[in-house]
């Protein structure tokens, strides 16, 4: 009921921005006058800001249905964390990851002190009144999962659209829809230079160098992006791996439509194409990890499915697999060390009078091909290089697609598909996260284009919350997602309100002192700034950033102290909280602070219109206090309601110096020493940005050129392009072209060759007939005439001569037959 | 109207057009379109009744008709249609029906090419309906030669080269299916010798009441490999793949769109329908090199496409490498020690494969046809001379995006579900062809873009005739329109082909089963007898 209710919520708040998509396009192509009317714009808000009441009344729903008892839990877990870690234990163990009914123990029904209503305002109001409504005992089922139609049946296998709700669906749709519905209302603005029938393109020339011309496609832009956010809720609905998959290739066809709007210009639609074919490279690992699921399991359902009488139907993946309550570990078959396939109940399943399991090397290809799916969406390293390019397209779409949800959606898959994730995997998500935050970072430092800074710092941040999904940080990671969707998202459209005040002006050094001018942008962008670094503030109301970054570090360090030997998973997050917060002041001083350095620019700079100051100011607040309370706040406990139940105690080395990974209580440990840490590094990196770049006490340029090696080197990207261009791009088409000439030269010439021959043959046979056959035949014709002329003297017409010879004949036939066949 | 009279109906309308429109004057070249217009439609009609009426629970042949031809020999005129039948008899009708919409932009010898057309219409169902071999073997003859006349008529500077080259290749294919066609004959044993597909499938599985001969398992293997290259010919697969591209260059556009939407299924239908169930023990013993021909198909296919210049080859490339799926879907009968193990992940691919070939006959056909609404009017082909038909052409462009995103295999659209469905049911058999397979989604991805970047989108339009460049008219955007619409409806529901075909392909993958158990019982006999002396 409950179920079905959520369901109905949330696909009105999916399908509603594909209406609008269909109602846009038809609207822009038949009516009279599409380039004047924001008559689209309207619309696509309209939908995604319905879809965002009906989010939150799907999260009321929810909440309600099971006593908001994800935000009551915690608070208990607190608690017996305290009092030992058995009884904690206990509980997370009886929750076996993704199990349809999700029993969720409410010790502590009177820990209703916790008002939920700080970031879901409008959820808040209906939300206290049902609240109280106790029940004091009992589980509560706070999963719910189901079909919504059968794409393809095959014997016992099927394939379909399924939905699958808890906690983090909830969020990220309430997150999803809220950023999307600023951001559409801030495009509105943005984009309003393209409501003309002469729109000039100063980017885009003809081969006789003039701008390009053409009418302006405002209506086009917010079909694109009702599209995109259609796909987008769809991905985070979908109850299937296979159904994010489809998602995740419409999500990816989206940002190619809006990252080559401009679809004049060269940089971007080689831009889009990037990004599309580096997506796909990353898809080509998911569909192996598709292949090996589907053959192993069957299925790719998350959520078991029930029948009418609320009896297990089928097991969906996370039921299919088990830990043991001790260690944490998959069970495995003793003698080979494959992991089982199992029941509800942890006994394996049979197939043929046999234990069906899977080798786990399989299991360890299955995380990782999914994985690489994530690496490519959320251009994590060796895919990162698509996301700068990226930022060709209109500036909300790099804050819509580029930095709060589309790129987000590896890693809220790495979230969602954690349970099904094996040590070595992680290992690797925490390696790659590594790698990839520390590259991104140093790149971000020397970038001088406000978007690419942004945009660095984005893969740079995806890179963190991999990392702490791959340290054991699971809600930590996620944590960071959210929060960090807000404040990137907030700053981008900042540095869009920038880009539209100084006349399409991306280059940095161009502006400066922009504070005056452009008061609300510089303000809000502080605060994103100030997010994102993760500073503390008085009172406890800590930028958002400080909460999710040091829960990261804290699942870092943890991690190191269990695993020693991966020192570097904690050291260079660290180190690069510092840098962090450098290159983001350092933007923010470049930008807003000092003295004008191009007056042209600053002369005609000027404050945004309030369709774009009014969504800065709606995010302003939620980057900052989104993560109000921390890890005992209330967007962390409900975002972790539903967390994989084998992180609390974390898990065991499966094999003689193993990894191991640290339970909450580990990094509860050791969290104020991480915080401590990250945050001198994050004052340290602020303070060094103060002096080059908000004083004038150093000279930068001077400090570049003598440093001019390793500043090309991060200038030039690490010479990520020109090593796959030179790996990938140049061989492929070598090989190409090679294959073409191949079809054109060999197999036509043999076939040519094989006619040539034919022709030979028949030639020869025309010759052979002429003169041999017919030559024979000739030959008969005249032997045959002579011996017939020659018997015409026999031929006398004489009957007595005939009888003569017939008789003759007889006598001699029959001496023959009895000579060679006596008796 | 009964059923037997539906079926013959669906085949001879198109023909008796031909015959009617001989006696209209050739200058009234309206009338002449009409007309061919009407009959088309009239049959796209039948054939929806025909699926009106199908019951899609039984898995046997429906509606069979069965008559006496050439009693002396046993031939019969015998035809019916089953679940694999119908998604390809409805598809040829749709398909002629939208590039007979598309011929008009045929500028010569109008009523000549419209029989043609209608006859050919007439040999392609003929195909698809038959149930006798001998008549199968008529009509795949019957539709060979009006598409040699259409493309070396009204085809391009090469004409003659590509419908030569087109009929010496299937030709050959025919005669290597006319021997296979004799071996079953003069084998199926008892006192009458048969044509039957029917009675011939169940004969290899030994559950025939009629016919008592038996092809033994080491003939089986042989007929199918003569059926096989006969009808990859058709598919085409590689290597016997390189009539298509100048066959498709040189065909006129609504040519075009029948061999790549119909024409190319002939091949898939031939091996799905004849060599499959009349040789099991041969299919399965071939079945490594099926999906390995397929999967070399796919790469080689795709990677060619990467290199045209010409815009409709490196469709036709793309052709080559997503019929590869067809054959990867078809192979994947995993037989492990005597026994098939994990049936249904087989099932799933056959079901991607038969998907697969009526989605590419959407995309395929889509696609080939905006090639043609632009060559109509710049005339040339070469991608590096077009670019900013977005600006200039916008429907048409929006249009054409969706046809190739179709191709590409996005989600969402039809050629998504085909290629996936039999991508993951490969690991299955072999993961390493699995993975070689996947990774083409990385190719086609690069030249479907690469081709999109290089026509609709920059600047400026780059080639010669700019100014003959004017939007799409109603007539052809009603084609694309239908065809981007069907790829949609076909991306989001699947079932509606699936359902179709389920039951069929069930019992297909039963009776192969258990045509294999009965091939091999004899061999292991054999070996036991020889081991025995």
Same mark, same amino acid.
């Given at each position: 009921?409950?179920?079905?209710?959520?369901?109905?919520?949330?696909?009105?708040?999916?399908?509603?921005?594909?209406?609008?998509?269909?109602?846009?396009?038809?609207?822009?192509?038949?009516?009279?006058?599409? !380039?004047?009317?924001?008559?689209?714009?309207?619309?696509?808000?309209?939908?995604?800001?319905?879809?965002?009441?009906?989010?939150? /009344?799907?999260?009321?729903?929810?909440?309600?249905?099971?006593?908001?008892?994800?935000?009551?839990?915690?608070?208990?877990?607190?608690?017996? /964390?305290?009092?030992?870690?058995?009884?904690?234990?206990?509980?997370?163990?009886?929750?076996?990851?993704?199990?349809?009914?999700?029993?969720?123990?409410?010790?502590?029904?009177?820990?209703?002190?916790?008002?939920?209503?700080?970031?879901?305002?409008? /959820?808040?109001?209906?939300?206290?009144?049902? =609240?109280?409504?106790?029940?004091?005992?009992?589980?509560?089922?706070?999963?719910?999962?189901?079909?919504?139609?059968?794409?393809?049946?095959?014997?016992?296998?099927?394939?379909?659209?399924?939905?699958?709700?808890?906690?983090?669906?909830?969020?990220?749709?309430?997150?999803?829809?809220?950023?999307?519905?600023?951001?559409?209302?801030?495009?509105?603005?943005?984009?309003?230079?393209?409501?003309?029938?002469?729109?000039?393109?100063?980017?885009?020339?003809?081969?006789?160098?003039?701008?390009?011309?053409?009418?302006?496609?405002?209506?086009?832009?917010?079909?694109?992006?009702?599209?995109?956010?259609?796909?987008?809720?769809?991905?985070?609905?979908?109850?299937?791996?296979?159904?994010?998959?489809?998602?995740?290739?419409?999500?990816?066809?989206?940002?190619?439509?809006?990252?080559?709007?401009?679809?004049?210009?060269?940089?971007?639609?080689?831009?889009?194409?990037?990004?599309?074919?580096?997506?796909?490279?990353?898809?080509?690992?998911?569909?192996?990890?598709?292949?090996?699921?589907?053959?192993?399991?069957?299925?790719?359902?998350?959520? =078991?499915?029930?029948? /009418? $009488?609320?009896?297990?139907?089928?097991?969906?993946?996370?039921?299919?697999?088990?830990?043991?309550?001790?260690?944490?570990?998959?069970?495995?078959?003793?003698?080979?060390?494959?992991?089982?396939?199992?029941?509800?109940?942890?006994?394996?399943?049979?197939?043929?009078?046999?234990?069906?399991?899977?080798?786990?090397?399989?299991?360890?290809?299955?995380?990782?091909?999914?994985?690489?799916?994530?690496?490519?969406?959320?251009?994590?390293?060796?895919?990162?290089?698509?996301?700068?390019?990226?930022?060709?397209?209109?500036?909300?779409?790099?804050?819509?697609?580029?930095?709060?949800?589309?790129?987000?959606?590896?890693?809220?898959?790495?979230?969602?598909?954690?349970?099904?994730?094996?040590?070595?995997?992680?290992?690797?998500?925490?390696?790659?996260?590594?790698?990839?935050?520390?590259?991104?970072?140093?790149?971000?430092?020397?970038?001088?284009?406000?978007?690419?800074?942004?945009?660095?710092?984005?893969?740079?941040?995806?890179?963190?919350?991999?990392?702490?999904?791959?340290?054991?940080?699971?809600?930590?990671?996620?944590?960071?997602?959210?929060?960090?969707?807000?404040?990137?998202?907030?700053?981008?459209?900042?540095?869009?309100?920038?880009?539209?005040?100084?006349?399409?002006?991306? $280059?940095?050094?161009?502006?400066?002192?922009?504070?005056?001018?452009?008061?609300?942008?510089?303000?809000?962008?502080?605060?994103?700034?100030?997010?994102?670094?993760?500073?503390?503030?008085?009172?406890?109301?800590?930028?958002?950033?400080?909460?999710?970054?040091?829960?990261?570090?804290?699942?870092?360090?943890?991690?190191?102290?269990?695993?020693?030997?991966?020192?570097?998973?904690?050291?260079?997050?660290?180190?690069?909280?510092?840098?962090?917060?450098?290159?983001?002041?350092?933007?923010?001083?470049?930008?807003?602070?000092?003295?004008? !350095?191009?007056?042209?620019?600053?002369?005609?700079?000027? $404050?945004?219109?309030?369709?774009?100051?009014?969504?800065?100011?709606?995010?302003?607040?939620?980057?900052?206090?989104?993560?109000?309370?921390?890890?005992?706040?209330?967007?962390?406990?409900?975002?972790?309601?539903?967390?994989?139940?084998?992180?609390?105690?974390?898990?065991?080395?499966?094999? $003689?110096?193993?990894?191991?990974?640290?339970?909450?209580?580990?990094?509860?440990?050791?969290?104020?020493?991480?915080?401590?840490?990250?945050?001198?590094?994050?004052?340290?990196?602020?303070?060094?940005?103060?002096?080059?770049?908000?004083?004038?006490?150093?000279?930068?340029?001077?400090?570049?050129?003598?440093?001019?090696?390793?500043?090309?080197?991060?200038?030039?990207?690490?010479?990520?392009?020109?090593?796959? =261009?030179?790996?990938?791009?140049?061989?492929?088409?070598?090989?190409?072209?090679?294959?073409?000439?191949?079809?054109?030269?060999?197999?036509?010439?043999?076939?040519?060759?094989?006619?040539?021959?034919?022709?030979?043959?028949?030639?020869?046979?025309?010759?052979?007939?002429?003169?041999?056959?017919?030559? +024979?035949?000739?030959?008969?014709?005249?032997?045959?005439?002579?011996?017939?002329?020659?018997?015409?003297?026999?031929?006398?017409? !004489?009957?007595?001569?005939?009888?003569?010879?017939?008789?003759?004949?007889?006598?001699?036939?029959?001496?023959?037959?009895?000579?060679? +066949?006596?008796? | 109207?009964?059923?037997?009279?539906?079926?013959?109906?669906?085949?001879?309308?198109?023909?008796?057009?031909?015959?009617?429109?001989?006696?209209?004057?050739?200058?009234?070249?309206?009338?002449?379109?009409?007309?061919?217009?009407?009959?088309?439609?009239?049959?796209?009609?039948? %054939?929806?009744?025909?699926?009106? *009426?199908?019951?899609?629970?039984?898995?046997?042949?429906?509606?069979?008709?069965?008559?006496?031809?050439?009693?002396?020999?046993?031939?019969?005129?015998?035809?019916?249609?089953?679940?694999?039948?119908?998604?390809?008899?409805?598809?040829?009708?749709?398909?002629?029906?939208?590039?007979?919409?598309?011929?008009?932009?045929?500028?010569?010898?109008?009523?000549?090419?419209?029989?043609?057309?209608?006859?050919?219409?007439?040999?392609?169902?003929?195909?698809?309906?038959?149930?006798?071999?001998?008549?199968?073997?008529?009509?795949?003859?019957?539709?060979?030669?009006?598409?040699?006349?259409?493309?070396?008529?009204?085809?391009?500077?090469?004409?003659?080269?590509?419908?030569?080259?087109?009929?010496?290749?299937?030709?050959?294919?025919?005669?290597?299916?006319?021997?296979?066609?004799?071996?079953?004959?003069?084998?199926?044993?008892?006192?009458?010798?048969?044509?039957?597909?029917?009675?011939?499938?169940?004969?290899?599985?030994?559950?025939?009441?009629?016919?008592?001969?038996?092809?033994?398992?080491?003939?089986?293997?042989?007929?199918?490999?003569?059926?096989?290259?006969?009808?990859?010919?058709?598919?085409?697969?590689?290597?016997?793949?390189?009539?298509?591209?100048?066959?498709?260059?040189?065909?006129?556009?609504?040519?075009?769109?029948?061999?790549?939407?119909?024409?190319?299924?002939?091949?898939?239908?031939?091996?799905?329908?004849?060599?499959?169930?009349?040789?099991?023990?041969?299919?399965?013993?071939?079945?490594?090199?099926?999906?390995?021909?397929?999967?070399?198909?796919?790469?080689?296919?795709?990677?060619?496409?990467?290199? *045209?210049?010409?815009?409709?080859?490196?469709?036709?490339?793309?052709?080559?490498?997503?019929?590869?799926?067809? &054959?990867?879907?078809?192979?994947?009968?995993?037989?492990?020690?005597?026994?098939?193990?994990?049936?249904?992940?087989?099932?799933?691919?056959?079901?991607?494969?038969?998907? *697969?070939?009526?989605?590419?006959?959407?995309?395929?056909?889509?696609?080939?046809?905006?090639?043609?609404?632009?060559?109509?009017?710049?005339?040339?082909?070469?991608?590096?001379?077009?670019?900013?038909?977005?600006?200039?052409?916008?429907?048409?462009?929006?249009?054409?995006?969706?046809?190739?995103?179709?191709?590409?295999?996005?989600?969402? &659209?039809?050629?998504?579900?085909?290629?996936?469905?039999?991508?993951?049911?490969?690991?299955?058999?072999?993961?390493?062809?699995?993975?070689?397979?996947?990774?083409?989604?990385?190719?086609?991805?690069?030249?479907?873009?690469?081709?999109?970047?290089?026509?609709?989108?920059?600047?400026?339009?780059?080639?010669?005739?700019?100014?003959?460049?004017?939007?799409?008219?109603?007539?052809?955007?009603?084609?694309?329109?239908?065809?981007?619409?069907?790829?949609?409806?076909?991306?989001?529901?699947?079932?509606?082909?699936?359902?179709?075909?389920?039951?069929? %392909?069930?019992?297909?993958?039963?009776?192969?089963?258990?045509?294999?158990?009965?091939?091999?019982?004899?061999?292991?006999?054999?070996?036991?007898? *020889?081991?025995?002396?």
């Amino acid at each position: 009921m409950v179920g079905e209710t959520l369901r109905n919520y949330l696909m009105i708040a999916w399908l509603l921005p594909l209406a609008g998509f269909v109602v846009e396009i038809f609207f822009g192509f038949y009516s009279k006058n599409p !380039r004047h009317s924001k008559a689209a714009a309207w619309c696509a808000v309209g939908c995604i800001g319905a879809g965002f009441l009906c989010s939150c /009344a799907a999260l009321v729903t929810w909440g309600n249905a099971n006593d908001w008892c994800a935000l009551e839990h915690h608070d208990s877990h607190g608690e017996h /964390a305290d009092a030992g870690h058995e009884t904690a234990g206990h509980e997370h163990g009886e929750h076996a990851a993704g199990d349809h009914h999700v029993a969720e123990p409410a010790h502590n029904a009177a820990a209703a002190g916790e008002d939920h209503g700080h970031e879901h305002a409008v /959820a808040a109001a209906s939300g206290d009144a049902a =609240d109280h409504d106790d029940h004091a005992s009992g589980s509560q089922q706070t999963t719910y999962s189901g079909v919504l139609y059968t794409l393809g049946k095959f014997g016992s296998l099927e394939l379909s659209l399924d939905y699958y709700i808890d906690s983090l669906t909830l969020v990220m749709f309430t997150m999803v829809t809220l950023i999307a519905t600023c951001i559409h209302l801030f495009a509105m603005g943005y984009m309003s230079e393209e409501l003309t029938d002469e729109y000039v393109d100063h980017q885009a020339h003809t081969s006789d160098g003039k701008h390009v011309h053409r009418p302006g496609r405002f209506y086009r832009f917010f079909a694109f992006l009702s599209l995109f956010c259609f796909a987008m809720l769809g991905l985070v609905l979908a109850g299937n791996i296979f159904q994010v998959f489809i998602f995740w290739e419409l999500v990816g066809i989206c940002s190619f439509l809006l990252i080559g709007f401009y679809t004049e210009r060269k940089s971007a639609s080689n831009a889009a194409n990037k990004a599309f074919i580096m997506n796909r490279v990353g898809d080509f690992g998911f569909l192996i990890g598709l292949m090996v699921l589907w053959t192993f399991f069957g299925t790719f359902r998350f959520g =078991d499915t029930t029948n /009418a $009488e609320g009896v297990v139907a089928e097991q969906g993946l996370f039921s299919m697999v088990h830990r043991d309550e001790a260690t944490g570990n998959f069970l495995t078959e003793p003698i080979t060390g494959d992991v089982l396939i199992t029941d509800n109940h942890g006994h394996a399943l049979q197939q043929d009078g046999q234990n069906r399991s899977i080798p786990y090397y399989l299991l360890v290809v299955a995380g990782l091909g999914v994985f690489a799916g994530c690496v490519g969406k959320s251009a994590q390293f060796p895919l990162q290089t698509w996301l700068p390019d990226a930022m060709e397209g209109p500036t909300p779409v790099s804050a819509l697609v580029h930095s709060a949800t589309m790129v987000a959606a590896g890693v809220y898959l790495t979230g969602r598909f954690f349970p099904m994730f094996v040590q070595e995997v992680l290992l690797t998500i925490a390696y790659i996260g590594c790698i990839t935050l520390f590259v991104a970072a140093t790149i971000a430092v020397v970038a001088t284009d406000i978007k690419k800074v942004l945009a660095y710092s984005t893969i740079s941040q995806l890179g963190y919350m991999m990392l702490g999904l791959g340290v054991f940080g699971w809600g930590a990671g996620l944590f960071h997602l959210i929060t960090h969707a807000f404040f990137k998202s907030l700053m981008f459209l900042c540095s869009g309100s920038v880009i539209h005040g100084c006349h399409h002006e991306q $280059e940095m050094p161009k502006m400066g002192g922009l504070l005056k001018k452009m008061p609300i942008t510089a303000i809000t962008m502080l605060v994103g700034v100030c997010a994102i670094a993760g500073f503390p503030m008085l009172f406890g109301l800590h930028f958002s950033g400080f909460h999710s970054k040091d829960a990261i570090v804290a699942s870092a360090l943890a991690f190191m102290k269990a695993n020693p030997s991966h020192f570097l998973l904690f050291f260079i997050p660290l180190l690069t909280a510092g840098i962090t917060a450098f290159y983001m002041f350092r933007l923010w001083f470049y930008t807003f602070w000092g003295t004008p !350095r191009d007056h042209h620019v600053h002369e005609h700079a000027h $404050e945004s219109p309030w369709i774009m100051t009014v969504p800065l100011l709606i995010l302003a607040p939620l980057a900052w206090l989104c993560a109000y309370g921390g890890e005992s706040g209330p967007l962390y406990l409900m975002l972790t309601g539903d967390a994989p139940s084998h992180l609390a105690n974390g898990v065991a080395a499966a094999t $003689e110096g193993g990894l191991v990974m640290p339970g909450h209580e580990a990094v509860h440990a050791v969290h104020i020493q991480a915080g401590l840490l990250a945050l001198a590094a994050a004052f340290s990196g602020a303070l060094i940005a103060y002096i080059l770049y908000g004083t004038n006490l150093v000279n930068v340029e001077q400090m570049k050129n003598q440093l001019s090696g390793i500043h090309g080197f991060l200038a030039n990207k690490w010479h990520f392009d020109d090593l796959y =261009d030179a790996l990938f791009m140049k061989p492929a088409h070598k090989v190409a072209a090679f294959c073409a000439w191949f079809d054109k030269t060999v197999f036509d010439s043999i076939l040519h060759g094989s006619a040539k021959l034919v022709v030979l043959v028949s030639q020869w046979d025309r010759i052979f007939d002429e003169k041999v056959v017919d030559g +024979f035949v000739n030959l008969l014709g005249t032997s045959t005439q002579s011996v017939g002329r020659s018997f015409k003297v026999v031929q006398t017409g !004489r009957l007595r001569q005939y009888v003569m010879f017939i008789v003759l004949g007889v006598v001699a036939l029959f001496a023959v037959v009895f000579t060679t +066949f006596p008796g | 109207m009964t059923p037997e009279f539906l079926l013959t109906a669906i085949i001879f309308l198109p023909a008796i057009g031909a015959l009617v429109l001989s006696i209209i004057d050739g200058k009234a070249v309206d009338a002449i379109r009409f007309m061919s217009l009407g009959v088309t439609i009239a049959t796209f009609v039948l %054939t929806l009744m025909l699926w009106m *009426q199908f019951d899609y629970e039984t898995a046997g042949i429906q509606f069979e008709v069965s008559k006496a031809w050439i009693p002396n020999w046993n031939i019969f005129y015998r035809l019916g249609v089953d679940g694999i039948s119908l998604p390809l008899v409805v598809l040829t009708s749709l398909v002629s029906m939208l590039s007979c919409v598309a011929s008009w932009s045929i500028n010569k010898l109008h009523k000549g090419y419209f029989m043609l057309f209608l006859l050919l219409e007439t040999g392609m169902m003929g195909v698809f309906l038959s149930l006798d071999f001998f008549l199968f073997f008529v009509f795949w003859e019957v539709m060979l030669l009006p598409m040699y006349f259409l493309i070396g008529v009204w085809g391009g500077p090469r004409k003659e080269y590509a419908a030569l080259k087109f009929f010496l290749y299937t030709l050959a294919g025919g005669v290597l299916m006319l021997i296979a066609m004799l071996m079953f004959y003069f084998n199926s044993g008892g006192t009458e010798h048969s044509f039957n597909l029917i009675e011939l499938a169940k004969a290899a599985s030994g559950t025939s009441d009629h016919i008592t001969g038996f092809l033994s398992p080491s003939m089986q293997i042989t007929a199918f490999v003569l059926l096989f290259i006969g009808f990859a010919i058709k598919l085409p697969a590689f290597p016997v793949h390189t009539w298509l591209p100048d066959a498709h260059v040189e065909a006129p556009t609504p040519i075009s769109m029948i061999l790549a939407g119909v024409l190319l299924k002939l091949g898939g239908y031939g091996i799905i329908r004849i060599a499959f169930p009349l040789c099991p023990y041969g299919a399965a013993y071939a079945a490594y090199a099926l999906v390995a021909i397929g999967v070399i198909s796919i790469i080689y296919g795709a990677l060619a496409a990467l290199a *045209q210049t010409d815009f409709k080859r490196l469709v036709a490339y793309s052709s080559v490498s997503h019929m590869g799926y067809v &054959l990867i879907g078809l192979g994947v009968w995993k037989i492990t020690e005597g026994t098939t193990v994990n049936s249904d992940m087989w099932l799933m691919g056959i079901n991607g494969a038969m998907f *697969q070939m009526v989605a590419h006959g959407i995309s395929s056909a889509g696609m080939f046809f905006m090639v043609g609404v632009i060559y109509d009017r710049v005339h040339h082909r070469d991608l590096n001379k077009f670019g900013g038909l977005m600006g200039l052409m916008p429907l048409y462009s929006g249009l054409a995006a969706g046809l190739f995103f179709a191709g590409l295999g996005l989600p969402g &659209l039809c050629g998504f579900i085909g290629e996936i469905f039999v991508v993951l049911s490969t690991w299955n058999y072999s993961p390493l062809l699995a993975i070689i397979a996947a990774s083409g989604v990385i190719l086609t991805a690069g030249y479907i873009l690469w081709a999109l970047q290089r026509v609709y989108l920059g600047a400026e339009y780059k080639g010669p005739h700019k100014e003959d460049i004017t939007r799409m008219n109603a007539r052809e955007a009603s084609v694309a329109i239908v065809l981007l619409a069907i790829a949609i409806v076909l991306g989001v529901f699947p079932g509606i082909i699936f359902d179709m075909m389920h039951a069929s %392909t069930s019992a297909l993958v039963e009776s192969m089963k258990l045509g294999y158990q009965h091939a091999a019982d004899l061999v292991k006999a054999a070996a036991d007898t *020889q081991a025995m002396r």
